[in-house]
Nanobody
């Protein structure tokens, strides 16, 4: 599975962005998908994940209620809708895939990574 994230940009605080992650390969629907982010000088952190069917989702506390993860298996794409953005959301955002939805989602436990997309939120 190859992943390509897009949709980042510069937005003012309170604004919205939608990230997309396009996957290649016919096995996309078998994988749970997630988003991570990494701010300058900080470790990469988990943001959100979604099961292969889309029926289960989970969010980091810092984004709960503001971000929504979704997927379209027919289009081999996963999305991250980000609303009410804050300056502390500024980071490079990465999509990632792994077969097992359950368990801890840490950066070392993913099967595939996409290249990141920069999100910058100005105050």
């Amino acid at each position: 599975v190859q992943l390509q994230a897009s949709g980042g940009g510069l937005v003012q605080a309170g604004g919205s962005l939608r990230l997309s992650c396009a996957a290649s390969g016919r096995t996309f629907s078998r994988y749970a998908m997630g988003w991570f982010r990494q701010a300058p000088g900080k470790e990469r952190e988990f943001v959100a994940r979604i099961s292969w069917s889309g029926g289960n989702t989970y969010y980091a506390d810092s984004v709960k209620g503001r971000f929504t993860i979704s997927r379209d298996n027919a289009k081999n794409t996963v999305y991250l809708q980000m609303n009410s953005l804050k300056p502390e959301d500024t980071a490079v955002y990465y999509c990632a895939a792994r077969l097992n939805y359950a368990g801890n989602w840490v950066s070392g436990g993913m099967d595939y990574w996409g290249k990141g997309t920069q999100v910058t939120v100005s105050s």
